[in-house]
T-cell receptor, first 115, second 114 residues
Framework: GAVVSQHPSRVICKSGTSVKIECRSLDFQATTMFWYRQFPKQSLMLMATSNEGSKATYEQGVEKDKFLINHASLTLSTLTVTSAHPEDSSFYICSAGTGAGYGYTFGSGTRLTVV | GENVEQHPSTLSVQEGDSAVIKCTYS??????FPWYKQELGKRPQLIID?????GEKKDQRIAVTLNKTAKHFSLHITETQPEDSAVYFCAASLASGGSYIPTFGRGTSLIVHP
């Protein structure tokens, strides 16, 4: 079945630094990838949708310059949290799909802690 | 845009009992309704889904029903087991041409007591 690999699983960074999170589709070509943020005991909040080779579409309220998304190939999308602050601490998770049918597979998530 | 309400937020049952989680949606155009199970610190896993041309779907102990007129859908888990304990999310979306963006409910924390 479709496998999505997300790295790192956990990262601790200092305030003001940038962190890059990778999401890879291992056995299929992902034409669309979604990036979500999840606060403790809360639902998945969509941050942005990225299609391979084009700019990401950000949800209202999500800062494009702070959360940089790159979907340069059909197997890799990256989310970079720039100039991270403690309030950016959260669980970030990607999901990817082929566009064939309605199935999307989630990555394992990244726990970001900004100190 | 779509708005999904999910109830209850917490559900506690005894092993062997049934559990029901209900969701309502606002956009009558939505036509695809997946359910995800998320264990603590792990990724959400699709457990069952239903499309708008079907009223009910069953997979072993799990079933989902859809009432398009009332715009609500429900997850039913029978003969619950401790390993069913997790957070369950419903979602509603408009699936078109193989592409869709789901709107998630707030989640239900299911606790199954042995």
């Amino acid at each position: 079945g479709a496998v999505v690999s997300q790295h790192p699983s956990r990262v601790i960074c200092k305030s003001g630094t940038s962190v890059k999170i990778e999401c890879r589709s291992l056995d299929f070509q992902a034409t669309t990838m979604f990036w979500y943020r999840q606060f403790p005991k809360q639902s998945l909040m969509l941050m942005a949708t990225s299609n391979e080779g084009s700019k990401a579409t950000y949800e209202q309220g999500v800062e494009k310059d702070k959360f940089l998304i790159n979907h340069a190939s059909l197997t890799l999308s990256t989310l970079t949290v720039t100039s991270a602050h403690p309030e950016d601490s959260s669980f970030y998770i990607c999901s990817a799909g082929t566009g064939a049918g309605y199935g999307y597979t989630f990555g394992s998530g990244t726990r970001l802690t900004v100190v | 845009g779509e708005n999904v309400e999910q109830h209850p937020s917490t559900l506690s049952v005894q092993e062997g009992d049934s559990a029901v989680i209900k969701c309502t949606y606002s956009d009558s155009a939505s036509n695809y309704f997946p359910w995800y199970k998320q264990e603590l610190g792990k990724r959400p896993q699709l457990i069952i889904d239903i499309r708008s041309n079907v009223g009910e779907k069953k997979d072993q102990r799990i079933a989902v029903t859809l009432n398009k007129t009332a715009k609500h859908f429900s997850l039913h888990i029978t003969e619950t087991q401790p390993e069913d304990s997790a957070v369950y999310f419903c979602a509603a979306s408009l699936a078109s041409g193989g592409s869709y963006i789901p709107t998630f409910g707030r989640g239900t924390s299911l606790i199954v007591h042995p």
